[in-house]
């Protein structure tokens, strides 16, 4: 079964603070790929990040950094010295190779509503 | 940067119409997406396209819902029989390859139905 798990439905922090928004999957697919997307209030879906599965190293753009671990199928997102401009919804999603074929369909997470106060 | 394009970005439609939405994906695109969310909710898979077929969909993906690709340039989405529950914000998306490039997602459209 393929799933992914945001457990933070919610999280508020203020300006300048570091914040980590958690992101647990399931899958039984040894290639799969890992997302973040970012949606701000005016609804866009906004690509972060494509992670695959064989690349465990962790990645760092900027204020943002990616966390994959195998070992506890996570691949958290952190964002250092937070911004207001920061403040969406933030969803992890997978993507799997699928059968007879590929596909690409994404599976989302339910997103993690991220606050950043001024 | 080239982007992809939905028309229109809200739509409001009584309950049994039939609606359209529209898409331009990106010309280098070869697979073509529909995924929607409902208000608050997550974003949830619809239906996958290449080659001019369908080559995946889910089971919100029923008989009232129709892909196509008419000219090579626009990718619709048609719902024949708007019900309550169809009302969302639909996301086109496109990809250059399966599994090695990530999506890119339009604006959304709004459908709200009445």
């Keep these: 079964a393929q799933k992914v798990t945001q457990a933070q439905t919610e999280i508020s922090v203020v300006e300048k603070e570091d914040v980590t928004l ?23 879906l906004v690509f972060l990040i494509r992670r695959n599965s064989f690349d465990e190293q962790n990645e760092i753009s900027g204020r943002y950094s990616w966390n994959f ?13 937070s911004q207001v401009v920061d403040s969406a919804v933030y969803f992890c999603a997978l993507s799997e190779m699928g059968y007879g074929g590929a596909t690409n369909k994404l599976i989302f997470g339910t997103g993690t509503l991220l606050a950043v106060q001024p | 940067e080239p982007e992809v394009t939905q028309t229109p970005s809200h739509q409001v439609t009584q309950m049994g119409q039939e609606v359209i939405l529209r898409c331009v994906p990106i010309s280098n695109h070869l697979y073509f997406y529909w995924y929607r969310q409902i208000l608050g909710q997550k974003v949830e898979f619809l239906v996958s396209f290449y080659n001019n077929e369908i080559s995946e ?13 008419p000219d090579g340039s626009n990718f619709t989405l048609k719902i024949r029989s708007t019900k309550l529950e169809d009302s969302a914000m639909y996301f086109c998306a496109g990809s250059r390859g399966p599994m090695n490039t990530e999506a890119f997602f339009g604006q959304g459209t709004r459908l709200t139905v009445v």
Aim: glycine letters at 2%.
């Design chain 1, 22 to 44: 958690d992101c647990v999957y399931e899958t039984r697919d040894t290639t799969y790929y890992l997302f973040w997307y970012k949606q701000p209030p005016s609804g866009e």
């Design chain 1, 69 to 81: 671990q195998k070992s506890t199928s996570s691949f958290n997102f952190t964002i250092t010295a």
């Design chain 2, 57 to 69: 969909k889910s089971e919100i993906f029923d008989d009232q819902f129709s892909v196509e690709r």
